[in-house]
């Protein structure tokens, strides 16, 4: 399996005193598109990924994670077309 670029949310606009930053408030969705290959034998099939971000309020804390999923490979082959 491998990952694509990693798609981001478009962030707000925070201004506090002067200073400008770009923030996620409560949630935010991060999409990082995955290609099985080819070969790859139908059923189920764990991904798991190691997380970094920083929370912040009156500090900023960096904090780790890690999640887990598990997605079916089918037993056809779907090619998605792109648009450039």
């Known amino acids: 399996m491998k ?3 990693t798609l ?3 962030p707000e606009k925070l201004s506090l005193e002067g200073l400008i930053d770009y923030v ?3 949630e935010a969705v991060i999409l990082t598109p995955l290609t099985i290959e080819a070969g ?3 059923g189920p ?3 798991k990924a190691k ?3 920083q929370e912040c309020s009156d500090i900023c804390c960096e ?3 890690r999640v887990m999923a598990n997605l079916t490979v089918g037993s056809e082959s779907k090619h998605r077309q792109t648009q450039r």
Do not use: H
Request: no cysteine.
């Open 8 to 10: 981001w949310p478009i």
């Open 63 to 65: 904090r780790t994670g």
């Open 40 to 42: 790859a034998k139908p």
């Open 51 to 53: 997380l970094t971000w």
């Open 24 to 26: 996620y408030e409560n």
């Open 45 to 47: 099939l764990g991904i």
């Open 3 to 5: 990952a694509g670029e």
